[in-house]
């Protein structure tokens, strides 16, 4: 706390700390169902992985278990106008995925398998009918997985839209203000910063990668795991694809906007430190992921790199959600840590809402009992 500064209090039904897309869907829907909302972010609105990721919205990439949760996710995606009251340029595109080997090949049909019997529309196409669809591929492509439901969004505007609805619904949103701790206070929770402390009868923890940090004030050891990914986008170009372009290893995220730049992604890691802050990025792997890139839309030789940042992705030990009540705590929720989780976020974050106005969720949630590991001073009482 800044000396001399008293700090404001505020009293609320609810507190979401972390206004990435997860926080501020589930801050959105709770502040619509009638709660008094507070929105707490040390940044802005969704500028973490929430407003720099690569903006696929894509079923090949997603977890086979989490595809009708992305199905959903994807269409809220490509109708904000109605719920979120602004257009994020989220366009439906199909999306293809490719095989150059036989390994990869094998690993694409057994994705797509995976993925079909969880409702995504996937199937196999041969060489030619992937160059059809799409005539910029490379040729010596041996199998393409192809599903017509996948599509993009522009992620830096995400931001400026949830501002707008989170405003319109009531929600207090505070920017700009780490939450340093969060402190048990009889049938409720005070959440501290230093301009303001929030007291709220309920606290949602939706941290992306600084969840481990911020289950910790509560007393509970999640370990989560950071995956720093690199982006690269091109100068405007001719058209030389429609649809969104990955490989079946995951290691390609590929599209074009209607501006003509080429969005370059794919998971290819750099450096970086989530609790000490900062990023950099490993040249070799921004080469890897180019070259993979113009091995699979070869006219990508003809453009250049104009600029390329680093975003910070989070997955628990088991790299599936963790969604739901915290074990051991009268209503404290989180909600974080999803795989393809920009896709699924819209989605994700209405269904936690739903489980704290009291609504049965549409579809189960991820129990974060299972993560929880004994404390390190429960360990040594122990042995
Ligand atoms: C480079 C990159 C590319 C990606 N590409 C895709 C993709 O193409 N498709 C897809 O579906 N998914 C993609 N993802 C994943 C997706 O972006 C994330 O799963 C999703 O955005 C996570 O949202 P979140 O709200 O959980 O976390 P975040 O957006 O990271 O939000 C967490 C928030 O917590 C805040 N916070 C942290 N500490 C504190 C504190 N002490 N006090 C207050 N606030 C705090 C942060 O400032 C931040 O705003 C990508 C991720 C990255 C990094």
Redo the contacts with the bound molecule.
């Keep these: 706390m800044t000396p001399g500064l008293a700090q404001e209090t505020v009293d609320v039904d609810v507190a979401v700390?972390?206004?990435?897309?997860?926080?501020?869907t589930v801050a959105l829907h709770l502040a619509r169902g009638g709660m008094r909302t507070a929105l707490?972010?040390?940044?802005?609105?969704?500028?973490?992985?929430?407003?720099?990721?690569?903006?696929?919205?894509?079923l090949h990439?997603?977890r086979a278990a989490l595809i009708p949760y992305?199905m959903k996710?994807r269409e809220l995606w490509l109708t904000t106008e109605r719920w979120l009251g602004m257009d994020v340029v989220a366009r439906s595109a199909p999306g293809l995925s490719l095989a150059f080997t036989p390994a990869e090949r094998d690993m694409l049909e057994k994705r797509a398998e995976a993925r079909t019997a969880m409702g995504a529309p996937i199937r196999i196409l041969t060489p030619a009918e992937a160059c059809r669809i799409e005539p910029g591929l490379n040729a010596s492509l041996l199998a393409a997985a192809f599903c017509e439901l996948d599509g993009?969004v522009t992620?830096y505007l995400t931001g400026r839209a949830y501002r707008q609805a989170l405003r319109a619904a009531g929600v207090a949103i505070i920017e700009r203000?780490?939450?340093?701790q969060i402190d048990r206070l009889g049938q409720g929770y005070r959440v501290r910063?230093a301009r303001q402390v929030v007291r709220a009868r309920r606290v949602v923890l939706?941290?992306?990668?600084?969840?481990e940090?911020?289950l910790a004030w509560l007393g509970l050891r999640v370990p989560v795991k950071c995956?720093?990914?690199?982006?690269v986008v091109t100068e405007r170009m001719r058209p030389v694809m429609r649809s969104v372009v990955g490989i079946a290893s995951g290691l390609l995220?590929l599209k074009q906007f209607e501006n003509g730049t080429v969005l370059i992604?794919g998971?290819w890691q750099g450096l970086g430190d989530p609790v000490r802050g900062g990023v950099q990025a490993v040249p070799e792997n921004l080469i890897g992921n180019i070259q993979l890139a113009r091995h699979a839309i070869p006219a990508l030789g003809e453009t250049r790199v104009v600029r390329i940042?680093?975003?910070?992705?989070?997955e628990t030990a088991d790299a599936m959600p963790m969604i739901g009540a915290l074990p051991g705590l009268d209503e404290a929720y989180v909600?974080?840590?999803?795989?393809?989780?920009?896709?699924?976020?819209p989605y994700m974050g209405r269904l936690l809402a739903d489980r704290i106005l009291g609504r049965e969720p549409e579809m189960p949630l991820f129990d974060p009992t299972r993560l929880v590991q004994a404390a390190p001073n429960a360990v040594e009482e122990m042995t």
Excluded: F, K, P
């Excluded at 203000?177 to 340093?180: G, I, N, Q, R, Y």
């Excluded at 995956?227 to 982006?231: D, S, T, V």
């Excluded at 909600?335 to 976020?345: D, K, L, P, Q, R």
């Design positions: 700390v972390g206004a990435g897309a997860m926080g501020a707490v972010d040390r940044g802005e609105i969704c500028r973490e992985a929430s407003g720099v990721n690569a903006g696929t919205l894509t990439m997603t992305a996710g993009h992620a203000m780490a939450v340093e910063g939706a941290g992306g990668v600084w969840l940090t911020m995956l720093i990914n690199q982006l995220s992604g998971g940042w680093l975003g910070l992705e989070s909600i974080g840590c999803v795989h393809s989780g920009y896709t699924s976020a």
